[in-house]
């Protein structure tokens, strides 16, 4: 079947460093997002990568291993702004989206 | 997990005509259902929110007249796409809060095409 995981919460301090994982089996593979989440709000996209390697946009960059169905999200100089959930989505082989539970991200002063 | 189904999955159609959407909680109820639209590589855009047994709550910018939205279970919402024209084509994602609220979850996407 297509699954995706993701942890469920982590947390962070500001200013620090933390990587979101997400494992990712799925019926062919178009390419993996993701979005950023604030609490009753639309999820904003981050980021997209198909091809293997790190894609860097500012304080976020995002890496994909096609190989090992895995990604992440790594943040960096975390501010207290980047506290929302975190969700991983893979796009399978009819362009269908299988969507992570998300990650809740709690950043602390 | 908690799983939304979204039929069809994909859907070609001729300018004019109307297509309908359908979006499930499988395994839970939702009072509260969302109706998104992307476009490549950008964020979901909120068209608006489905609530059981009331009128949806369109975003602005959002034709209610056209994008007709029916809450009629805890867990069936449809979009219906009036007279659709080429611009309409998008990808259309839907979403289902949990009657605790707490957890919200997507479906898969329906690719939608008019010629």
């Known amino acids: 079947g297509q699954n995706i995981d993701q942890p469920t919460e982590m947390t962070a301090t500001e200013g620090a460093i933390v990587q979101i994982n997400c494992t990712y089996q799925t019926s062919g593979f178009n390419g993996l997002f993701w979005y950023q989440q604030h609490a009753g709000e639309a999820p904003t996209f981050l980021s997209y990568?198909?091809l293997d390697g790190l894609e860097e946009k500012g304080r976020f960059s995002s890496f994909l291993s096609r190989s090992k169905g895995y990604s992440y999200l790594l943040l960096k100089e975390l501010q207290m702004k980047d506290s929302a959930s975190y969700l991983c989505a893979a796009m399978d082989s009819n362009y269908q989206l299988i969507w992570g539970a998300g990650t809740k991200l709690i950043i602390k002063p | 997990g908690a799983v939304v189904s979204q039929h069809p999955s994909r859907v070609i159609c001729k300018s004019g005509t109307s297509v309908k959407i359908e979006c499930r909680s499988l395994?839970?109820?939702?009072?509260?259902m969302f109706w998104y639209r992307q476009f490549p590589k950008q964020s979901l855009m909120l068209m608006a929110t489905s609530n059981e047994g009331s009128k949806a709550t369109y975003e602005q910018g959002v034709e209610k007249d056209k994008f007709l939205i029916n809450h009629a279970s805890l867990t069936l919402s449809t979009l219906t796409v009036t007279s659709a024209h080429p611009e309409d084509s998008s990808f259309y994602i839907c979403s289902a809060r949990t009657l605790a609220g707490d957890e919200q979850f997507f479906g898969p996407g329906t690719r939608l095409t008019v010629l």
């Open positions: 990568n198909v």
């Open positions: 395994d839970f109820q939702a009072t509260t």
